[in-house]
């Protein structure tokens, strides 16, 4: 079956320091991958995609993904965290071979970033 | 700023009424998603269209639930009738066919009682 995978609930992490939310997927194919978040009472807004090419994707506000596709990763990554980066973390993989946009979304990670 | 308008926004509603959800994608969007949030279950896909056709329905209850195109402006979903166990924070997103990201409304959040 296929499936997204986000094994941290919660995700602390001081002021000033990296980030990492971890995401691994199992999906058949080259699926195209994406990060979203969503803030308190808000829809999720679009972060970053990996279709093809360059294994690092950088997107908005700073943040990055990494794709890593023997361990089927896309790890998600901010060089230096802002209290205002705290929010709800969505990790979604759609199988290219459905077409785009039937996204399997993990179960979301929670990201606190502590003055 | 282009963006996907839902209505309404908050509904609280006795269990049994019908309870229908709007929403407007953006202009040239030819794709739109119904999803449901709860804290148990996550994000669920109710339905998905193209084109105004629907392509996937598989995620919703089908005997409470439908969901339309009745133009390229107006998605809607229906539920009747209600259940407490409905109760839950229903997104629209839609998108256009050269972006494979799609773009999500802010969501009505129901209450059934």
């Known amino acids: 079956a296929q499936s997204v995978a986000q094994p941290e609930d919660q995700v602390n992490v001081a002021e000033g320091n990296p980030l990492t939310v971890k995401c691994t997927y199992s999906v058949s194919g080259n699926p195209y991958l994406f990060w979203y978040v969503q803030y308190p009472n808000r829809g999720l807004q679009f972060l970053l995609k990996?279709?093809?090419?360059?294994?690092l994707v950088k997107g908005s506000y700073g943040f990055e993904a990494e794709f890593n596709k023997s361990q089927t990763s896309f790890h998600l990554k901010k060089p230096s965290a802002l209290v205002s980066d705290s929010a709800l973390y969505f990790c979604a993989v759609s199988p290219a071979t459905s077409g785009t946009y039937k996204y399997i979304f993990g179960t979301g990670t929670r990201l606190k970033v502590l003055a | 700023d282009a963006r996907v308008t839902q209505t309404p926004r908050h509904k609280v509603t006795e269990m049994g009424q019908e309870v229908t959800m709007r929403c407007q994608p953006i202009?040239?969007?030819?794709?739109v998603f119904w999803y449901r949030q709860t804290m148990m279950q996550g994000l669920e896909l109710l339905a998905y269209f193209r084109n105004r056709a629907p392509l996937d329905d598989s995620g919703m209850p089908k005997d409470r639930f439908s969901a339309e195109m009745p133009d390229a402006t107006l998605a809607t979903l229906k539920i009747q009738p209600s259940e407490p166990r409905d109760s839950a924070v229903y997104f629209c997103a839609s998108g256009g066919q050269t972006n494979t990201e799609a773009f999500f409304g802010q969501g009505t959040r129901l209450t059934v009682v």
């Open positions: 990996y279709i093809t090419g360059d294994n």
């Open positions: 202009l040239g969007h030819n794709t």
